[in-house]
Protein backbone atom coordinates (compact mmCIF):
# COMPACT_ATOMS: atom_id res chain seq x y z
CA UNK A 1 0.00 0.00 0.00
CA UNK A 2 2.85 2.29 0.92
CA UNK A 3 4.24 1.44 -2.34
CA UNK A 4 1.51 2.49 -4.03
CA UNK A 5 1.14 5.71 -2.60
CA UNK A 6 4.41 6.57 -3.21
CA UNK A 7 4.38 5.89 -7.09
CA UNK A 8 0.73 7.92 -7.36
CA UNK A 9 2.68 10.91 -5.50
CA UNK A 10 5.57 10.56 -7.81
CA UNK A 11 3.23 10.54 -11.11
CA UNK A 12 1.59 13.61 -9.44
CA UNK A 13 5.34 15.50 -8.74
CA UNK A 14 6.29 14.10 -12.77
CA UNK A 15 2.93 15.43 -14.27
CA UNK A 16 3.46 19.08 -12.33
CA UNK A 17 7.16 19.23 -13.57
CA UNK A 18 6.58 18.25 -16.94
CA UNK A 19 3.17 20.33 -17.79
CA UNK A 20 4.37 23.40 -15.20
CA UNK A 21 2.33 26.71 -15.55
CA UNK A 22 0.83 27.53 -18.58
CA UNK A 23 2.33 29.52 -20.97
CA UNK A 24 0.33 32.77 -20.47
CA UNK A 25 -1.55 33.64 -16.97
CA UNK A 26 -3.98 36.60 -17.43
CA UNK A 27 -4.93 38.19 -14.30
CA UNK A 28 -9.02 38.32 -13.84
CA UNK A 29 -8.79 42.00 -12.78
CA UNK A 30 -11.84 43.42 -14.84
CA UNK A 31 -14.44 43.84 -12.31
CA UNK A 32 -11.65 45.71 -9.65
CA UNK A 33 -12.13 49.11 -9.96
CA UNK A 34 -9.62 49.74 -6.98
CA UNK A 35 -6.89 48.14 -9.09
CA UNK A 36 -5.41 51.15 -11.00
CA UNK A 37 -1.76 52.30 -11.07
CA UNK A 38 -0.10 49.62 -10.28
CA UNK A 39 3.92 49.77 -9.57
CA UNK A 40 4.73 46.08 -8.48
CA UNK A 41 4.04 42.73 -9.81
CA UNK A 42 5.39 39.37 -8.28
CA UNK A 43 4.74 35.88 -6.41
CA UNK A 44 5.70 34.16 -3.82
CA UNK A 45 7.51 30.84 -3.55
CA UNK A 46 3.85 29.08 -4.09
CA UNK A 47 3.07 30.94 -7.24
CA UNK A 48 0.59 33.29 -5.51
CA UNK A 49 0.34 36.56 -7.32
CA UNK A 50 0.38 40.17 -5.66
CA UNK A 51 -0.07 43.52 -7.09
CA UNK A 52 0.40 46.65 -5.04
CA UNK A 53 -1.49 49.99 -6.19
CA UNK A 54 0.65 52.82 -4.36
CA UNK A 55 -2.40 55.18 -5.28
CA UNK A 56 -4.96 52.80 -3.15
CA UNK A 57 -2.17 51.49 -0.84
CA UNK A 58 -3.86 48.34 -1.19
CA UNK A 59 -2.36 44.66 -2.11
CA UNK A 60 -4.54 42.67 -4.61
CA UNK A 61 -3.87 38.68 -4.10
CA UNK A 62 -4.63 36.36 -7.06
CA UNK A 63 -4.33 32.30 -7.26
CA UNK A 64 -2.38 30.90 -9.30
CA UNK A 65 -4.58 30.27 -12.05
CA UNK A 66 -4.91 34.51 -11.96
CA UNK A 67 -7.96 34.36 -10.40
CA UNK A 68 -8.50 37.32 -7.55
CA UNK A 69 -8.69 35.69 -3.94
CA UNK A 70 -8.36 39.31 -2.21
CA UNK A 71 -7.45 42.33 -1.22
CA UNK A 72 -5.91 43.98 1.87
CA UNK A 73 -3.44 46.86 3.28
CA UNK A 74 -5.24 50.45 3.37
CA UNK A 75 -4.05 53.92 3.94
CA UNK A 76 -3.60 55.36 7.43
CA UNK A 77 -1.42 55.22 10.01
CA UNK A 78 -1.67 52.75 12.05
CA UNK A 79 -0.84 49.13 12.39
CA UNK A 80 -1.91 47.23 9.08
CA UNK A 81 -1.98 50.43 7.64
CA UNK A 82 0.82 52.76 5.15
CA UNK A 83 0.63 56.00 4.23
CA UNK A 84 3.11 56.44 1.44
CA UNK A 85 5.03 53.21 0.27
CA UNK A 86 5.87 53.06 -3.60
CA UNK A 87 6.57 49.45 -3.70
CA UNK A 88 5.87 45.97 -2.11
CA UNK A 89 8.62 43.95 -1.52
CA UNK A 90 8.84 39.98 -1.00
CA UNK A 91 11.30 37.81 1.36
CA UNK A 92 11.32 34.38 0.38
CA UNK A 93 12.43 33.07 3.66
CA UNK A 94 9.67 34.30 5.75
CA UNK A 95 6.98 34.03 2.97
CA UNK A 96 6.31 38.00 4.40
CA UNK A 97 5.79 41.07 2.17
CA UNK A 98 7.04 44.34 3.21
CA UNK A 99 6.53 47.71 2.79
CA UNK A 100 8.33 50.81 3.58
CA UNK A 101 7.70 54.05 3.80
CA UNK A 102 8.86 56.84 1.61
CA UNK A 103 8.85 60.44 2.89
CA UNK A 104 6.15 59.51 5.54
CA UNK A 105 5.32 61.65 8.93
CA UNK A 106 5.49 57.67 10.64
CA UNK A 107 8.73 56.07 9.12
CA UNK A 108 8.05 52.18 8.81
CA UNK A 109 8.43 48.76 7.03
CA UNK A 110 5.08 47.59 7.70
CA UNK A 111 5.56 43.44 7.22
CA UNK A 112 2.08 41.04 6.34
CA UNK A 113 2.13 37.16 5.69
CA UNK A 114 0.35 36.31 2.37
CA UNK A 115 -2.95 35.62 3.66
CA UNK A 116 -3.42 39.30 4.21
CA UNK A 117 -2.29 39.58 8.34
CA UNK A 118 -0.54 42.46 9.49
CA UNK A 119 2.31 40.71 11.26
CA UNK A 120 4.74 43.66 13.01
CA UNK A 121 7.09 46.59 11.59
CA UNK A 122 10.70 45.25 10.54
CA UNK A 123 13.15 46.82 13.32
CA UNK A 124 15.67 47.86 10.54
CA UNK A 125 19.07 49.63 12.21
CA UNK A 126 18.30 52.78 10.83
CA UNK A 127 17.80 56.23 12.28
CA UNK A 128 14.41 57.58 11.35
CA UNK A 129 15.60 59.55 8.72
CA UNK A 130 16.80 57.58 6.81
CA UNK A 131 14.17 54.70 7.16
CA UNK A 132 12.17 56.96 5.60
CA UNK A 133 14.28 56.73 2.59
CA UNK A 134 14.18 53.46 2.03
CA UNK A 135 13.77 52.81 -1.77
CA UNK A 136 14.09 49.37 -2.31
CA UNK A 137 14.39 45.94 -0.47
CA UNK A 138 16.37 42.98 -2.01
CA UNK A 139 16.28 40.01 0.15
CA UNK A 140 18.52 36.87 -0.05
CA UNK A 141 18.21 33.23 0.44
CA UNK A 142 18.98 32.99 4.15
CA UNK A 143 16.76 36.03 5.09
CA UNK A 144 19.55 38.75 5.04
CA UNK A 145 18.23 41.80 2.68
CA UNK A 146 19.58 44.53 1.40
CA UNK A 147 18.52 47.95 1.22
CA UNK A 148 19.02 50.97 -1.02
CA UNK A 149 18.68 54.44 0.52
CA UNK A 150 17.93 57.76 -1.57
CA UNK A 151 18.40 60.94 0.87
CA UNK A 152 18.56 64.30 -0.62
CA UNK A 153 21.19 66.17 0.60
CA UNK A 154 21.36 69.79 -1.32
CA UNK A 155 20.17 71.43 -4.55
CA UNK A 156 22.76 72.45 -7.51
CA UNK A 157 21.47 75.92 -9.23
CA UNK A 158 21.10 76.00 -12.70
CA UNK A 159 20.42 79.57 -13.79
CA UNK A 160 16.65 79.74 -12.62
CA UNK A 161 15.95 76.20 -12.17
CA UNK A 162 17.34 73.63 -9.68
CA UNK A 163 18.48 69.87 -9.66
CA UNK A 164 17.91 68.08 -6.29
CA UNK A 165 21.44 66.61 -5.16
CA UNK A 166 20.74 63.07 -3.67
CA UNK A 167 22.46 60.20 -1.58
CA UNK A 168 22.07 57.00 -2.88
CA UNK A 169 23.63 54.49 -0.67
CA UNK A 170 23.64 50.29 -0.23
CA UNK A 171 23.08 48.80 2.72
CA UNK A 172 23.71 45.15 3.90
CA UNK A 173 21.49 43.94 6.92
CA UNK A 174 21.49 40.19 8.51
CA UNK A 175 17.74 39.03 8.83
CA UNK A 176 17.11 40.40 12.03
CA UNK A 177 18.00 44.37 10.58
CA UNK A 178 20.63 44.67 12.19
CA UNK A 179 23.59 46.71 9.96
CA UNK A 180 26.27 44.24 8.59
CA UNK A 181 27.87 46.60 5.97
CA UNK A 182 27.88 49.49 4.18
CA UNK A 183 28.65 48.34 0.43
CA UNK A 184 29.04 51.76 -1.08
CA UNK A 185 27.06 55.14 -1.85
CA UNK A 186 26.86 58.12 -4.82
CA UNK A 187 25.47 61.33 -5.44
CA UNK A 188 23.05 61.85 -8.29
CA UNK A 189 21.13 64.84 -9.67
CA UNK A 190 17.45 63.75 -9.76
CA UNK A 191 14.24 66.02 -10.08
CA UNK A 192 14.13 69.76 -10.99
CA UNK A 193 12.08 72.63 -9.75
CA UNK A 194 11.28 76.44 -9.73
CA UNK A 195 13.45 76.82 -6.55
CA UNK A 196 15.12 74.97 -3.88
CA UNK A 197 12.63 72.46 -2.04
CA UNK A 198 11.52 68.74 -2.03
CA UNK A 199 9.25 67.77 -5.14
CA UNK A 200 9.32 68.69 -8.33
CA UNK A 201 8.76 66.79 -11.75
CA UNK A 202 10.94 64.55 -12.80
CA UNK A 203 13.40 65.61 -15.74
CA UNK A 204 12.99 64.19 -18.64
CA UNK A 205 16.32 62.34 -19.54
CA UNK A 206 17.75 62.36 -15.68
CA UNK A 207 19.77 59.08 -15.25
CA UNK A 208 18.87 55.84 -13.14
CA UNK A 209 20.63 53.92 -10.88
CA UNK A 210 19.58 49.74 -10.72
CA UNK A 211 20.37 47.57 -8.43
CA UNK A 212 20.24 44.11 -8.60
CA UNK A 213 21.31 40.66 -6.59
CA UNK A 214 23.38 37.87 -8.02
CA UNK A 215 23.17 34.05 -7.82
CA UNK A 216 25.51 34.48 -5.51
CA UNK A 217 23.92 37.05 -3.19
CA UNK A 218 26.10 39.56 -4.08
CA UNK A 219 24.87 43.10 -6.19
CA UNK A 220 24.86 44.74 -9.93
CA UNK A 221 25.23 48.28 -9.98
CA UNK A 222 24.20 50.17 -13.03
CA UNK A 223 23.81 53.67 -14.09
CA UNK A 224 21.63 53.90 -17.01
CA UNK A 225 24.74 56.97 -18.34
CA UNK A 226 26.94 54.32 -18.74
CA UNK A 227 27.71 50.92 -19.91
CA UNK A 228 29.40 49.45 -17.26
CA UNK A 229 27.85 46.78 -14.84
CA UNK A 230 29.81 47.34 -11.22
CA UNK A 231 29.95 44.38 -9.33
CA UNK A 232 30.04 44.01 -5.31
CA UNK A 233 30.16 41.93 -2.46
CA UNK A 234 28.40 42.56 0.52
CA UNK A 235 30.89 43.85 2.19
CA UNK A 236 31.51 46.51 0.11
CA UNK A 237 34.45 44.81 -1.56
CA UNK A 238 34.06 45.69 -5.19
CA UNK A 239 34.00 42.41 -7.78
CA UNK A 240 35.22 43.64 -10.74
CA UNK A 241 32.82 45.21 -13.87
CA UNK A 242 31.44 43.86 -17.20
CA UNK A 243 31.23 46.61 -20.35
CA UNK A 244 28.35 45.87 -22.27
CA UNK A 245 28.29 46.54 -26.12
CA UNK A 246 26.22 49.38 -26.34
CA UNK A 247 26.41 53.14 -26.63
CA UNK A 248 24.93 56.02 -24.52
CA UNK A 249 22.55 57.60 -26.70
CA UNK A 250 23.69 61.08 -27.35
CA UNK A 251 20.71 63.77 -27.84
CA UNK A 252 21.20 66.75 -30.69
CA UNK A 253 19.62 70.02 -29.75
CA UNK A 254 17.07 69.49 -32.24
CA UNK A 255 16.09 66.16 -30.65
CA UNK A 256 16.31 67.75 -27.39
CA UNK A 257 13.97 70.76 -28.49
CA UNK A 258 11.59 68.57 -30.25
CA UNK A 259 11.21 67.06 -26.91
CA UNK A 260 10.83 69.51 -24.75
CA UNK A 261 7.75 71.53 -27.24
CA UNK A 262 5.50 67.94 -26.78
CA UNK A 263 6.38 67.93 -23.09
CA UNK A 264 5.04 71.68 -23.20
CA UNK A 265 2.26 71.16 -25.35
CA UNK A 266 1.47 68.09 -22.97
CA UNK A 267 1.09 70.25 -19.94
CA UNK A 268 -0.57 72.87 -21.08
CA UNK A 269 -3.61 72.61 -18.66
CA UNK A 270 -0.94 72.54 -15.56
CA UNK A 271 1.09 75.93 -15.54
CA UNK A 272 3.07 75.10 -13.44
CA UNK A 273 4.58 71.82 -14.78
CA UNK A 274 4.37 73.99 -18.44
CA UNK A 275 6.37 76.46 -16.68
CA UNK A 276 9.24 74.23 -15.86
CA UNK A 277 9.20 71.39 -19.01
CA UNK A 278 10.27 75.47 -20.40
CA UNK A 279 12.91 75.33 -18.35
CA UNK A 280 13.94 72.17 -18.93
CA UNK A 281 17.62 71.75 -18.88
CA UNK A 282 19.41 69.51 -21.18
CA UNK A 283 22.00 66.79 -20.05
CA UNK A 284 24.04 64.90 -22.23
CA UNK A 285 22.09 61.69 -23.11
CA UNK A 286 18.80 59.74 -22.82
CA UNK A 287 19.27 56.36 -21.49
CA UNK A 288 18.57 53.89 -24.04
CA UNK A 289 17.92 51.54 -21.35
CA UNK A 290 15.43 52.44 -18.56
CA UNK A 291 16.28 48.81 -16.73
CA UNK A 292 17.64 45.73 -16.93
CA UNK A 293 17.56 42.12 -14.91
CA UNK A 294 19.90 39.29 -14.14
CA UNK A 295 18.25 36.28 -15.55
CA UNK A 296 20.91 33.34 -15.37
CA UNK A 297 24.08 34.30 -16.32
CA UNK A 298 22.48 36.58 -18.80
CA UNK A 299 21.32 40.50 -18.82
CA UNK A 300 17.86 41.65 -20.25
CA UNK A 301 17.67 45.46 -20.20
CA UNK A 302 14.65 46.87 -20.53
CA UNK A 303 13.32 49.86 -22.90
CA UNK A 304 9.45 51.13 -23.60
CA UNK A 305 7.99 52.30 -26.83
CA UNK A 306 5.69 55.21 -26.71
CA UNK A 307 3.64 57.24 -28.58
CA UNK A 308 4.27 60.33 -26.55
CA UNK A 309 6.44 61.65 -24.21
CA UNK A 310 3.65 61.23 -21.59
CA UNK A 311 1.71 58.20 -23.00
CA UNK A 312 1.61 55.21 -21.59
CA UNK A 313 4.16 52.81 -23.46
CA UNK A 314 2.25 50.11 -25.22
CA UNK A 315 5.55 47.79 -26.15
CA UNK A 316 8.50 46.87 -24.42
CA UNK A 317 12.02 45.54 -26.23
CA UNK A 318 14.19 43.38 -24.25
CA UNK A 319 17.86 43.18 -25.64
CA UNK A 320 20.28 40.47 -24.26
CA UNK A 321 23.34 40.83 -23.62
CA UNK A 322 25.65 37.45 -22.33
CA UNK A 323 28.05 37.54 -18.84
CA UNK A 324 30.76 39.09 -21.24
CA UNK A 325 28.39 41.95 -22.40
CA UNK A 326 28.35 41.35 -25.80
CA UNK A 327 24.57 42.02 -27.21
CA UNK A 328 23.05 38.63 -28.10
CA UNK A 329 19.30 39.38 -29.20
CA UNK A 330 16.97 41.56 -29.44
CA UNK A 331 12.63 41.31 -28.94
CA UNK A 332 9.29 42.94 -28.60
CA UNK A 333 7.08 42.36 -26.15
CA UNK A 334 3.64 43.90 -26.51
CA UNK A 335 2.77 46.09 -22.75
CA UNK A 336 4.99 46.73 -20.22
CA UNK A 337 7.69 44.32 -18.66
CA UNK A 338 7.45 44.87 -14.77
CA UNK A 339 9.29 42.15 -13.71
CA UNK A 340 11.30 38.77 -14.88
CA UNK A 341 11.39 35.94 -12.61
CA UNK A 342 12.23 32.33 -12.80
CA UNK A 343 12.16 32.60 -17.30
CA UNK A 344 9.04 34.79 -16.79
CA UNK A 345 7.91 38.08 -17.76
CA UNK A 346 5.28 39.81 -15.51
CA UNK A 347 3.43 42.41 -17.90
CA UNK A 348 1.54 45.25 -17.75
CA UNK A 349 -1.25 46.51 -20.34
CA UNK A 350 -3.26 49.45 -21.08
CA UNK A 351 -6.43 49.26 -23.19
CA UNK A 352 -7.86 52.64 -25.30
CA UNK A 353 -9.18 53.83 -21.87
CA UNK A 354 -6.11 53.25 -20.28
CA UNK A 355 -7.34 50.90 -17.81
CA UNK A 356 -4.41 48.37 -16.74
CA UNK A 357 -4.38 44.54 -17.08
CA UNK A 358 -2.23 41.73 -16.46
CA UNK A 359 -0.32 38.96 -17.24
CA UNK A 360 2.68 36.40 -16.52
CA UNK A 361 3.84 34.88 -19.85
CA UNK A 362 7.09 32.80 -20.70
CA UNK A 363 10.28 33.76 -22.00
CA UNK A 364 11.09 32.03 -24.61
Same mark, same amino acid.
Given at each position: ???????????????????????????????????????????????????????????????????????????????????????????????????????????????????????????????????????????????????????????????? @????????? #??? /? =? *?? $? !??????????????????????????????????????????????????????????????????????????????????????????????????????????????????????????????????? @????????? #??? /? =? *?? $? !???????????????????????????????????????
Amino acid at each position: MNTMKTFVIFVIILFWAVSGFPETITLKTADLNECIEISTFLTNTKGEIFLYSGRMSKIFKFKQNGEFEKSYCRNGIGPGEVKRVLWLYYNPVTDFLYLPEVSSLVPKISIFDCDGNFKNYLHIELSPTQKDHVVKMIFLEDGSFYAVLNERIGWESHGD @VYLTKDKFS #LLY /F =D *KA $G !KLKDKVFETIKNDEMSSGPRWGGPAILFSPSIIIRSTREGNVCFWKSDENILQFYSKTGVKLGTTTLEMNPLLLSDSEFEAAKKELVKNFEKDLRMQSLAKKMIKLKYTPIYKSFFLVNDHYIFVDFIRES @VDDYAKETV #LTT /F =D *KN $G !KRQSSKKVNGVVMNISNNRLYVKEYDEDDNEFFRIEDFK
